[in-house]
T-cell receptor, first 113, second 115 residues
């Protein structure tokens, strides 16, 4: 139980385009989901906390107009990277809070050319 | 005060040996301490977690030791196997039963278990 999926697992896009990443809780409902970014050989950096039906809470230094988060249902949160640039290339991971534990998705590798 | 300091950065252990990874924290409001295992290109997976009302928790070959007075906790992997080779992250959170539960992660330890 408590499985979190992400789609796509890998995406390559051209600079200036937008990319949407989906995060789903498959067998539970999650009022709170989190989005992280991880650079190679580094730890996870929390980008934002996504609450169902309300605006996301962004961490300091994260541009909310660039990283759009929508949590429209109890099982789905989306992260849209707008006008992507090569420096946005990274591993994006979502997680969902369920019964006192945070469960992570498998991650999405974004490469911006 | 929000930091979680993890050491060592990397660790090489022989098969069958004990792997020990340490973490230290400053904020006494933290009340939840999980360890995550991450393989390359995958998301972190919860290994084991502890709350400050106990000093030790064991699940199979994995044990968390918690020292509240020293504000330290550690992961012990007994009988380490090559399949345990991964990056391990400690983390801490406060008010974890609430709606937020933001995790503060350590920088990670890359474990290599040699056959």
């Amino acid at each position: 139980g408590a499985v979190v999926s992400q789609h796509p697992s890998r995406v390559i896009c051209k600079s200036g385009t937008s990319v949407k990443i989906e995060c789903r809780s498959l067998d539970f409902q999650a009022t709170t989901m989190f989005w992280y970014r991880q650079f190679p050989k580094q730890s996870l950096m929390l980008m934002a906390t996504s609450n169902e039906g309300s605006k996301a809470t962004y961490e300091q230094g994260v541009e909310k107009d660039k990283f759009l988060i929508n949590h429209a249902s109890l099982t789905l949160s989306t992260l849209t990277v707008t006008s992507a640039h090569p420096e946005d290339s990274s591993f994006y991971i979502c997680s969902a809070h369920f019964r006192g534990t945070q469960y992570f998705g498998p991650g999405t590798r974004l490469t911006v050319l | 005060q929000q930091q979680v300091k993890q050491s060592p950065q990397s660790l090489i252990v022989q098969k069958g040996g004990i792997s020990i990874i340490n973490c230290a924290y400053e904020n006494t409001a933290f009340d939840y301490f999980p360890w995550y295992q991450q393989f390359p290109g995958k998301g972190p997976a919860l290994l084991i977690a502890i709350r400050p009302d106990v000093s030790e928790k064991k699940e199979g070959r994995f044990t968390i030791s918690f020292n509240k007075s020293a504000k330290q906790f550690s992961l012990h992997i007994m009988d380490s196997q090559p399949g345990d080779s991964a990056t391990y992250f400690c983390a801490a959170a406060m008010n974890y039963g609430g709606s937020q539960g933001n995790l503060i992660f350590g920088k990670g330890t890359k474990l290599s278990v040699k056959p």
